[in-house]
Structures are given as C-alpha cells and as structure tokens.
C-alpha cells in the first residue's frame, strides 16, 4: 500500500522557517521523483519543488526560488523541504507527491505524479 505522509507544518511569522518532511512507502522510492506542491482554497494546486530519482536535480517555482530547498534521503525514503525567509503568500496546504511517468525524470505539473499525501497546513503571518 503506497503512503506518503507529510509533517512539519505550522504557523510561523513572516521571515520565519519551517521544514516540511514526507516519509514514503509501499513503493520503490528510488524508482519515483518526488515533488512538493501547496494549494489555497482560491487557487489551483502548484509545484514548489521538485527533484529527480535519486535525487540528482531540481526544479522550483520562480516564486521559491533562492528562498526553499528540496532534497531527499534514499536511505530513509523521506524527501523534505526546507523553507526560509517564509511569507505570508506561502501560507498554503502544502503536498508530497511521488511519480514514475515514462519519459520523464522530474515532474513539474500534477498531471506528472502518480501518488499523493494528506498535506500539511502551512500558515505565515505578517
């Protein structure tokens, strides 16, 4: 049975941090790219970040860029996202999600994954 469960979320103040964590199982963690995704009740779900198999690149919003960090660990099949520098327009829902496409080695889209968490609450204040 896949799972992913996501945790570190929270409420922080503007130029705060928070560190989000996605423990995964029931699939071969290294055969998938993870990515990290937030949601609003106004807007679509977005990508935050992303990372290849095992962890060789990565892909941010222009909106994170310079300010979160993607990386994950193999060895305990958990990928994380350390966020800096928080602002209130980061306070969202924010999503693990996990995907083996063919053809492609890092997801940008939600069409690209194949498993998604329950989410963590995220929620910056000025």
């Known amino acids: 049975q896949v799972q992913l469960v996501e945790s570190g979320g929270g409420s922080v103040q503007a130029g705060g941090s928070l560190r989000l964590s996605c423990a995964a199982s029931?699939?071969?963690?290294?055969?998938?790219?993870m990515g990290w995704f937030r949601q609003t009740p106004d807007k679509e779900r977005e990508v935050v970040a992303s990372?290849?198999?095992?962890?060789?690149?990565?892909y941010y919003a222009d909106s994170v860029k310079g300010r979160f960090t993607i990386s994950q660990d193999n060895a305990v099949n958990t990928v994380y996202l350390q966020m800096n520098s928080l602002k209130p327009e980061d306070t969202a829902m924010y999503y693990c999600?996990?995907?083996?496409?063919?053809?492609?080695?890092?997801?940008?889209?939600?069409?690209?994954?194949?498993?998604w968490g329950q989410g963590t609450q995220v929620s910056v204040s000025s």
């Open positions: 029931g699939f071969t963690f290294s055969s998938y790219y």
């Open positions: 990372i290849t198999r095992v962890g060789g690149r990565s």
């Open positions: 999600a996990a995907g083996a496409r063919w053809g492609r080695t890092v997801g940008v889209a939600v069409s690209d994954y194949d498993y």
